[in-house]
């Protein structure tokens, strides 16, 4: 089934969703969180979310752990690094490639439709687990770098 085109769409190990991206909402399961000038607030999984998207930073709570994101664009390329849920995290997204290191994995996708459809492997994936693959709906490009990075990142 398709994702509709306002939706972050995630296939990952042997799960599959879609987070549906609005002007005012993020949602999916377990996943409900509020677009606010210069914040993200809500839920996901059993965690509430307080995060305060400032200058090239990410900063505030997911349930009782901390995130604390420098957040920098270079041209097309977006790239952050810091603690995310009091775990080390860094991403680097561009329209030729997705590389993440959370919660204890690395994913290493190389973009199919540019800019748009990631694909490849997981550091914490088995042999014959199908590849990852993300899509990223245009909505998600009109957010800032720093409402990118944390979406991404809460999601996974």
Known sequence: MAAPASALSFRISQFQFNLLM???NVTGPAFQVSRLPGQLRGRVADAP???KLGAQ????NIGASVVN???T???DVLKAKGGFRSRPV????SPQELTM???DCTY????TEPGRTYEGRRSCDRALTPPTEISLPGAFFAASPEEQAALLLLAL
């Open 73 to 75: 664009k270079e041209g």
């Open 108 to 111: 290493r996708l190389k973009a």
């Open 101 to 103: 290191y959370v919660s």
């Open 69 to 71: 994101l420098d957040v």
């Open 57 to 60: 930073q990410v900063k505030g």
């Open 49 to 51: 979310v307080s995060l």
């Open 90 to 93: 860094t991403l680097t997204l």
């Open 22 to 24: 609005t002007q005012d």
